[in-house]
């Protein structure tokens, strides 16, 4: 065998690798990514669910109000208790680019991580406890009450078609 043709053997043993190489590696990636979307598809489902409970409870919550029952009410909203593992690891890895295509679904991520987060839901929760102290004394805090009740609902109904319409984009 001569030095050309070892060479040029040597030479198409190494670019056959690394065209393997560079094959296993985008089928690897594509596969990954696909589970990354599966997971973010999951985890929007997950987050509906936990919105449509919490909308259940602010009616339970919006029943003691009008009921004039509101010191026995006693439900927690758990709003951090989202998952957001897979959107904040997105985030992070930039992967999120490039599944949506515009800043509208981005700030509307943004909004959702901060809406549900656990500062959100010490504030609903305090105030709520507020509510239910002091409705006995002042009669304008059942008016106060109703009026975030109403907040949220929109609050929690606006995430929900957030969420939708974001997943229906992946």
């Known amino acids: 065998m001569t030095f050309w043709g070892l060479f040029f053997g040597v030479l198409a043993g190494i670019l056959a690798g690394i065209g393997i190489n560079i094959g296993i590696d985008f089928v690897r990636k594509c596969i990954v990514k696909k589970k990354i979307i599966k997971n973010l598809k999951f985890e929007i489902d997950f987050n509906i669910e936990k919105i449509n409970s919490f909308l259940e409870e602010l ?5 003691k109000v009008t009921g004039d029952s509101l010191s026995s009410y006693f439900g927690y909203f758990n709003l951090s208790k989202v998952i957001l593992t897979t959107l904040v690891q997105m985030f992070f890895t930039g992967e999120i680019y490039n599944n949506l295509d515009n800043n509208e679904d981005i700030r509307k991520l ?7 987060s656990s500062g959100t839901e010490q504030y ?36 929900k078609k957030n969420l939708q319409s974001i997943k229906a984009k992946l």
């Open 110 to 116: 943004q909004n959702f991580s901060s809406d549900f």
């Open 59 to 63: 009616d339970k919550y919006r029943d």
């Open 124 to 159: 609903m929760n305090n105030q709520i406890n507020w509510n239910r102290t002091n409705i006995q004394t002042n009669p304008s805090v059942k008016q106060f009450a109703m009026g975030g009740i109403e907040y949220w609902r929109s609050k929690f109904n606006e995430n």
